[in-house]
């Protein structure tokens, strides 16, 4: 019988496991790793989601609150503030936000920030929506290059810039009550607005930048007339007081008026940016139409009190021109005292006509008509042109009773001869009726006049003795002539025989009127 081979080996002659190293990465270390790319992949779309981080500067921090305030375009928030903090110096406040990705673009020098809250200003009333919402900082793109660091707008540009409309330049002497934000109107309909102003000409000079929208932008011409009509206008000259205002907002806010010659109509529209004179108000536009002047000077002796520079110079109650200045003059040899009063005739005014009645050529030679006019008795002279102001004006008219004279040119202006206003002839007639009383020998007839009251006086006491006799005459004859009285009753009786004798009379001339043969023959049976 075979022996049995299979019978189970000893234990110490178990088969030793022989380990072999794994080549590669192990599973275990997959994890970490895709977790850490997965992180660095949210980041990256995280930051490149993100978008810009900008700085802004402003004087408070009036509305802003880090994580809270939004920054908006057009009310789409595009953005919002993530710190606000004190500069080093103390002058200004920093403000840290972050914007959406895309706004690089328009991250420009150009740009505009601004704080938006309530607000009331010459255009009204804004911002009241941020009495619910909260303020926020409005944003608005402009040209330029690449930028990240800006400086806020205290306030509110007054035209957006996605506004259609052109911009123009007024010049001016004085700014009045103008804002940025005021009105410009044209027949009374709001067009437009101011932008700012600033000084110009070294200071001699306004600056208005005015913005007019589009499509009414195209009513502004090359000789349109701009003029001032801010609050109430009230000017006090020898026609009066004159009050006037445009409308109820300009009175409040201020505003400009232009309009267009109807002549001009069909100019093109003046370009952007085109100058304009703004003039002070309305009348001064009329003012400004007559372009040629002429300057002459009128002597005078007396008080010029209430006459002023712009004072009116008119012709039979016609305006012609103004007052340019009023001076004093002292003759140094013979302390003679004249008042020069310089002014303007505007020839323009005046058409001079030919025997045709067409206008003449020497229109233009205004020199010489005045002096065939003075040669006729023209003559300057101070009149009042209120009583309620007490303003005076420069007449020229006609005195033909005047000395003769002749406009004389040696001077620096031709000179008009004068006389004395209608308050200095009654003023030297009082003066001479003073002086020819105070000449007559007052004493002599005061001691006349003495002498005649005491005669009056005595014949006043006759005149009375008089009447009382005449009223004791009066008593008595009214004694005689009493009803009761004799004298009375003998003149009835007289009277009464007179009467039967008349009739006696009548009937004697009748008979003999129808018997005259009875004065010879007598009277028959």
């Given at each position: 019988?075979?022996?049995?081979?299979?019978?189970?080996?000893?234990?110490?002659?178990?088969?030793?496991?022989?380990?072999?190293?794994?080549?590669?990465?192990?599973?275990?270390?997959?994890?970490?790793?895709?977790?850490?790319?997965?992180?660095?992949?949210?980041?990256?779309?995280?930051?490149?989601?993100?978008?810009?981080?900008?700085?802004?500067?402003?004087?408070?921090?009036?509305?802003?609150?880090?994580?809270?305030?939004?920054?908006?375009?057009?009310?789409?928030?595009?953005?919002?503030?993530?710190?606000?903090?004190?500069?080093?110096?103390?002058?200004?406040?920093?403000?840290?936000?972050?914007?959406?990705?895309?706004?690089?673009?328009?991250?420009?020098?150009?740009?505009?920030?601004?704080?938006?809250?309530?607000?009331?200003?010459?255009?009204?009333?804004?911002?009241?929506?941020?009495?619910?919402?909260?303020?926020?900082?409005?944003?608005?793109?402009?040209?330029?290059?690449?930028?990240?660091?800006?400086?806020?707008?205290?306030?509110?540009?007054?035209?957006?810039?996605?506004?259609?409309?052109?911009?123009?330049?007024?010049?001016?002497?004085?700014?009045?009550?103008?804002?940025?934000?005021?009105?410009?109107?044209y027949r009374g309909i709001e067009v437009g607005e101011v932008l700012g102003y600033e000084?110009?000409?070294?200071?001699?000079?306004?600056?208005?930048?005015?913005?007019?929208?589009?499509?009414?932008?195209?009513?502004?011409?090359?000789?349109?007339?701009?003029?001032?009509?801010?609050?109430?206008?009230?000017?006090?000259?020898?026609?009066?007081?004159?009050?006037?205002?445009?409308?109820?907002?300009?009175?409040?806010?201020?505003?400009?008026?232009?309009?267009?010659?109807?002549?001009?109509?069909?100019?093109?529209?003046?370009?952007?940016?085109?100058?304009?004179?703004?003039?002070?108000?309305?009348?001064?536009?009329?003012?400004?139409?007559?372009?040629?002047?002429?300057?002459?000077?009128?002597?005078?002796?007396?008080?010029?009190?209430?006459?002023?520079?712009?004072?009116?110079?008119?012709?039979?109650?016609?305006?012609?021109?103004?007052?340019?200045?009023?001076?004093?003059?002292?003759?140094?040899?013979?302390?003679?005292?004249?008042?020069?009063?310089?002014?303007?005739?505007?020839?323009?005014?005046?058409?001079?006509?030919?025997?045709?009645?067409?206008?003449?050529?020497?229109?233009?030679?205004?020199?010489?008509?005045?002096?065939?006019?003075?040669?006729?008795?023209?003559?300057?002279?101070?009149?009042?042109?209120?009583?309620?102001?007490?303003?005076?004006?420069?007449?020229?008219?006609?005195?033909?009773?005047?000395?003769?004279?002749?406009?004389?040119?040696?001077?620096?202006?031709p000179e008009v001869p004068t006389v004395p206003s209608d308050l200095e002839e009654i003023?030297?007639?009082?003066?001479?009726?003073?002086?020819?009383?105070?000449?007559?020998?007052?004493?002599?007839?005061?001691?006349?006049?003495?002498?005649?009251?005491?005669?009056?006086?005595?014949?006043?006491?006759?005149?009375?003795?008089?009447?009382?006799?005449?009223?004791?005459?009066?008593?008595?004859?009214?004694?005689?002539?009493?009803?009761?009285?004799?004298?009375?009753?003998?003149?009835?009786?007289?009277?009464?025989?007179?009467?039967?004798?008349?009739?006696?009379?009548?009937?004697?001339?009748?008979?003999?009127?129808?018997?005259?043969?009875?004065?010879?023959?007598?009277?028959?049976?």
């Open positions: 019988m075979s022996e049995q081979t299979d019978r189970p080996p000893e234990r110490d002659e178990l088969p030793e496991v022989e380990v072999q190293a794994r080549r590669g990465i192990s599973l275990v270390w997959l994890i970490p790793l895709v977790a850490g790319a997965i992180a660095a992949w949210l980041a990256y779309t995280t930051i490149m989601a993100q978008g810009p981080t900008i700085t802004i500067t402003f004087l408070t921090a009036d509305g802003l609150e880090a994580g809270k305030t939004k920054i908006k375009y057009r009310d789409v928030q595009v953005g919002q503030v993530e710190e606000v903090e004190i500069a080093q110096d103390g002058s200004k406040i920093i403000v840290t936000a972050s914007l959406r990705k895309g706004a690089e673009p328009h991250l420009t020098e150009g740009t505009k920030f601004w704080v938006v809250r309530p607000r009331l200003s010459a255009g009204g009333v804004s911002g009241l929506g941020t009495l619910v919402s909260g303020s926020y900082i409005e944003v608005e793109p402009g040209p330029g290059a690449s930028k990240r660091a800006f400086t806020g707008l205290e306030v509110p540009p007054v035209v957006r810039a996605y506004e259609e409309g052109r911009k123009f330049l007024l010049q001016s002497d004085r700014l009045g009550s103008l804002n940025p934000g005021s009105p410009i109107y000084l110009a000409g070294e200071g001699r000079g306004v600056s208005i930048h005015i913005f007019i929208k589009d499509p009414l932008f195209r009513l502004v011409r090359e000789n349109s007339r701009f003029w001032n009509a801010s609050g109430i206008d009230i000017s006090v000259g020898a026609d009066g007081f004159k009050v006037s205002t445009a409308s109820l907002e300009t009175l409040l806010a201020g505003g400009i008026v232009f309009d267009t010659p109807a002549s001009a109509t069909n100019a093109e529209p003046a370009p952007e940016g085109t100058e304009f004179k703004l003039f002070d108000d309305l009348a001064s536009v009329g003012e400004a139409s007559y372009t040629e002047k002429v300057a002459y000077v009128a002597y005078f002796d007396g008080s010029v009190r209430g006459l002023n520079v712009g004072a009116p110079v008119e012709f039979k109650g016609i305006r012609i021109g103004s007052v340019t200045d009023v001076a004093l003059e002292i003759n140094r040899r013979t302390a003679k005292i004249r008042i020069p009063v310089t002014f303007e005739i505007e020839p323009q005014r005046v058409n001079v006509v030919d025997v045709t009645g067409a206008v003449a050529q020497g229109q233009r030679a205004p020199y010489a008509t005045i002096a065939r006019l003075v040669k006729s008795g023209l003559r300057a002279q101070l009149q009042s042109g209120s009583l309620l102001t007490g303003q005076l004006l420069v007449s020229l008219d006609f005195h033909p009773d005047s000395p003769p004279a002749e406009l004389r040119t040696k001077g620096k202006y003023t030297q007639s009082v003066e001479q009726l003073l002086a020819t009383l105070g000449a007559l020998p007052l004493e002599g007839l005061v001691e006349d006049l003495r002498q005649t009251v005491t005669s009056v006086e005595g014949t006043s006491n006759a005149a009375q003795a008089a009447l009382v006799q005449a009223k004791t005459t009066l008593i008595s004859a009214d004694g005689l002539m009493g009803k009761e009285s004799e004298v009375r009753y003998d003149l009835g009786r007289l009277l009464q025989e007179l009467t039967e004798t008349a009739r006696s009379v009548r009937f004697l001339a009748d008979y003999l009127e129808q018997h005259p043969e009875a004065l010879i023959r007598g009277k028959g049976e």
